[in-house]
């Protein structure tokens, strides 16, 4: 999680509007190949990265059958006893693995009422970068005893990164620039996964208690597979906030920080919460697309126009290891 927010709207319930307000985009004809198509199909994924900065996507080409065992595996391993989750717990040496919540923490506005089991791509030590080798270079930690947690596990991170990647490319053609713009940033992305459990809110939690609290996201895009049960809430320009609730066998994308960055802040990296007021418990599965390590995120010149840079640059390998430290300090705190 990046920017995070405790203000005074984070009490205002969200309001139940049409799915206009988040558009559904069918990705089909992207991935058929078509220049026109293609076209088309980046310029409806700009216009809603512009307007509200997420988007539902169909026609993803991802099997049901990734996304359901990464769902089952999930509520085998957050359903057993304390004693076996923590025996996977992230640790500060090796921050993979599950995270739970606080033992005791009060109900307000900054309370963390979910769990986590995070994952990231392994690419190899970079003989390059040793000064972030605990944090980039680890092996995963996967659960004792759950075989299909790690067939899962693996199997999504890898659709995520080809998914990841064609998005890439739709974002580029939104934006004016050459598709293949942000290839050379995507290599061997220190992107992350992260299984989340929520259980539902206490009846006498107050209205400015949310699972998760207000915030964006670090890098340039987040694919959130939502599961069943709804909780997303998301912040329009006007300052409203509105539910995002599932949409069957699609993905909701959301613009992160760098990715408004690179487009010099004509994308809009949003803010978002989670708040579980069903009755059921809650499960999600976002993946953090992140640039390559050795990257410097900056708004790009073949979009500024004259315009001065809106923002500073960012050495991606610098910023994600100054998020990770701190939250490997304080696990709790991890609430992307």
Known sequence: MSRSERSEDDIAAAAVVSLEEVPVIDFAPFLAGDAAARQVVADEIAHACEEIGFFYLTGHGVPQDVVDAIFSTAAEFFALPD????????????????????????????????????????????????????????????????????????????????????????????????????????????????????????????????????????GPFTILAQGAVGGLEVKRRDGAWIQAPPVKGAFTINVGDMMMWWSNGRFLSNYHRVRNRTDVERFSVPYFANPDRDVTVAPLPELLNGEAPRYEPVRVADHLSRFYSQLSKNPHEAYS
Do not use: C
């Open 83 to 218: 004693a076996e989750r923590a025996k996977a717990n992230a640790t500060p040496e090796w921050y993979r693995g599950y995270i739970p919540m606080p033992e005791r923490q009060p109900m307000s506005r900054n309370t963390r009422m979910f769990e986590q089991y995070r994952l990231q791509h392994e690419w190899g030590p970079d003989a390059k970068d040793m000064q972030h080798a605990r944090i980039f270079d680890q092996v995963n930690r996967w659960p004792e005893g759950l075989p299909a947690f790690k067939d899962a596990g693996e199997a999504y991170l890898a659709a995520m990164l080809g998914l990841g990647r064609e998005l890439l490319r739709a974002f580029a053609l939104g934006l004016g620039l050459d598709e293949n713009r942000f290839d050379d940033t995507f290599r061997q992305p220190p992107s992350q996964l992260s299984v989340n459990y929520y259980p539902v809110l206490p009846l006498e939690a107050e209205s400015d208690v949310s699972n998760m609290i207000s915030h964006t996201d670090e």
